[in-house]
């Protein structure tokens, strides 16, 4: 049974496309999966946001947050957040179908070819070249984000610095992920739950 979602508003101008169907979702995620080579953020976010439009950059940057702590593959995570918000369990499972069933095959398919081929120098230099080449897509599209951070209730700056103290602690200190997530992700939602309840409107002035 269809789960009726309304579409994200969009601002003033309307509101958001949405997947038509679940058929609909499964070939969406399909092709976005055989896109992500590497870097699959930047190939998310421009299918997503820039193309199909089904979420602004905010919401991506909200929900993508969401996948990525979450336990499993951050874009499988986000595909079965998108299916169920729109077409509920059904969505979720086409979504989930869609970023594995054709991508598994061709994973399989490229895995025998790269045995063939792995003790080469030259095949093992390309790997490292292709290493690079998601490195910058990856940044580029954290780039492209950092713009949506502008709405964020916990402003820019703040914004900025929680970035670099988890850049520091991951990159840097090589603390454990878990402990970054729940001591800096931690603060940062204790944060933004204190600005959120103190820009809140007393509950006797609520309509």
Do not use: H
Not at 96 to 104: N, Q, V, Y
């Amino acid at each position: 049974m269809k789960i009726p979602v309304e579409a994200p508003a969009a601002g003033a101008g309307g509101s958001l496309p949405a997947p038509q169907s679940c058929n609909d979702l499964f070939w969406s995620f399909t092709w976005l999966a055989l896109q992500g080579f590497g870097g699959v953020l930047a190939v998310v976010q421009r299918e997503l946001v820039e193309k199909k439009r089904w979420m602004t950059r905010e919401q991506f940057v909200e929900d993508w947050a969401v996948a990525q702590i979450m336990p499993g593959p951050n874009v499988v995570n986000l595909s079965m957040m998108i299916g169920g918000r729109y077409f509920g369990l059904r969505g979720a499972l086409s979504a989930l179908a869609g970023m594995l069933a054709l991508p598994l095959l061709v994973v399989l398919a490229l895995a025998v070819l790269y045995g063939q081929v792995a003790e080469y120098p030259v095949a093992q230099n390309a790997l490292r070249g292709m290493g690079a080449v998601a490195a910058g897509l990856i940044t580029a599209t954290g780039i492209k984000l950092i713009a949506a951070l502008e709405r964020n209730a916990m402003g820019m700056a703040v914004c900025i610095g929680l970035a670099c103290i988890t850049f520091v602690a991951i990159g840097l200190l090589r603390w454990p992920l878990v402990w970054v997530l729940l001591g800096i992700g931690g603060s940062a939602c204790l944060w933004a739950y204190r600005v959120l309840a103190r820009e809140a409107p007393p509950a006797g002035n609520r309509s």
